[in-house]
């Protein structure tokens, strides 16, 4: 099976997952780590979860890196395979991650449930927003900051002087609000 069409199977199964919760968001190809990763699906509500895919035709010798990367960004992370790729998967990611399996009948399967990410970087969460979304997080902190700083100043500053659920909490209303004026 094609990534698409398994992509289409999980987006349908999570629309019906989470359909309770009005304002979910589902983005596909989510870059994190400043365009050094892509998530297949992430989704966004109260929480910020990664979907990564891997078919048949993958090859896995790219996880590694992405399950580093995806372990500094998601609280919940999960990966969908097709047969082949569950044993090696195993060995491959953090035990916190979910393992999904989808088989020849297009049935999704939950094999291991997806735990809380206590490995989160809050600073590549920051990294998430724009230049002018750091800004105004600071501001409604009331921290005085150099407006022509850079990213990386700003991303400091905030975790500085931010606790991490504060800037979780604004990472995910920034994402939506970006999302939904693209949309």
Request: positive net charge; contains cysteine; charged residues 25%.
């Amino acid at each position: 099976m094609r990534d698409p069409k398994i992509r289409q199977i999980l987006k349908s199964r999570l629309t019906y997952q989470y359909s309770h919760i009005s304002d979910t968001i589902f983005w596909d190809e989510f870059e994190i780590r400043n365009g050094l990763a892509r998530i297949d699906l992430a989704v966004i509500n109260g929480s910020l979860l990664g979907y990564e895919i891997k078919s048949r035709q993958d090859n896995l010798t790219r996880l590694p890196r992405q399950v580093d990367y995806y372990n500094s960004t998601f609280e919940k992370i999960n990966i969908i395979v097709e047969t082949p790729h569950i044993e090696p998967v195993f060995k491959i990611v953090s035990s916190h991650w979910g393992i999904w399996q989808i088989n020849e009948s297009e049935e999704l399967s939950v094999i291991r449930e997806a735990k809380q990410n206590d490995s989160i970087n809050y600073a590549a969460v920051a990294a998430l927003l724009k230049k002018e979304e750091m800004v105004k997080l600071l501001c409604i902190n009331q921290i005085k900051v150099r407006k022509n700083g850079s990213r990386d100043y700003f991303i400091s500053t905030i975790i500085e002087n931010t606790e991490p659920e504060k800037i979780g909490n604004y990472v995910r209303a920034a994402l939506k609000s970006r999302f939904n004026s693209s949309s």
